[in-house]
């Protein structure tokens, strides 16, 4: 079983706001035990991140949403609903407000991995990485797990 954790579910600001919701809501939790309206929510935003595990085994993929850091909610997909594999790249541009309407802007660009699914244009991540030489071996090294009818020994 291979577990890849491809990053935080939310921003990295909210990730962070998350961390602050905790720590006040701990420290108001002994005022109150109201405060864990903040704690509970605050947990969510920190510790929820996406995922893909390969099960080399039954040969499927589950691409999954890790809520709270704890239960990974996704569906199991057979290997066979695959064509084969694409490096993409890919940018995520995170927005925040200041308290004074000022607007900052986040861009972080990677490469993924992706299966492409069978008559469709959904797609799974699998992994990301920083450069395109990786991402290569990577999908070199998958091939014969993912795709063992496609394995050719020398």
């Known amino acids: 079983m291979i577990n890849n954790k491809l990053g935080k579910f939310f921003g990295p600001s909210s990730s962070y706001t998350g961390y602050f919701m905790i720590a006040g809501g701990l420290v108001a939790l002994t005022y109150s035990p109201v405060s864990l309206t903040l704690v509970i929510p605050g947990m969510f935003m920190a510790f929820t991140y996406n995922g893909t595990l390969i099960d080399t085994e039954k040969r499927r993929i589950k691409p999954y949403t890790a809520l709270f850091g ?11 609903q695959f064509t084969g594999f694409s490096i993409i790249k890919a940018t995520k541009k995170y927005t925040t407000y200041s308290r004074g309407s000022v607007r900052f802007d986040m861009s972080v660009s990677d490469l993924e991995l992706v299966l492409l699914k069978k008559n469709s ?3 799974v991540v699998l992994k990301r990485f920083g450069n395109f030489i990786d991402a290569r071996k990577e999908m070199e ?6 795709f063992p009818e496609h394995n050719i020994t020398q």
């Open 121 to 123: 244009k959904e797609k």
């Open 141 to 146: 090294d998958m091939t014969p797990v993912i």
């Open 70 to 80: 704890i239960y990974r909610a996704g569906k199991w997909t057979d290997t066979d």
